[in-house]
């Protein structure tokens, strides 16, 4: 993962903990595909995809979450789902969508993104 990837996903998990989420995994891998966190709010486990940009001149971050991208985070949610007994549990699907900006990053949260 970029640099860049990496320093988006750490101030999306401070950003997410300083909200009372519980962090349960971080970059989940399964046979199907990644989801960058996977977090715990009250009683909905949230599915999060993290986009991180330098500048959102071209296009918002979150932008680059299309259908596809959707689909297979909607399927590895799944395999983490089955794999933890946790079918049953509510569900959440947010992006955040972080820019780069100096000297504080702009973050925007999209609950129940899709």
Aim: hydrophobic share 35%; charged share 30%.
């Amino acid at each position: 993962m970029k640099k860049l990837g990496l320093i988006g996903e750490q101030l999306a998990i401070d950003y997410l903990k300083s909200l009372g989420y519980k962090i349960l995994a971080k970059n989940y891998r399964c046979p199907i595909g990644e989801i960058d966190i996977i977090a715990q709010d009250q009683d909905v486990i949230v599915f999060v995809e993290v986009k991180t940009r330098k500048s959102d001149a071209v296009a918002c971050p979150y932008e680059s979450v299309g259908q596809h991208k959707q689909q297979k985070i909607k399927e590895v949610a799944q395999w983490y789902l089955e794999e933890t007994s946790s079918e049953n549990c509510e569900t959440r699907f947010d992006v955040l969508s972080i820019v780069m900006k100096s000297p504080n990053p702009d973050i925007e949260h999209f609950r129940e993104a899709f």
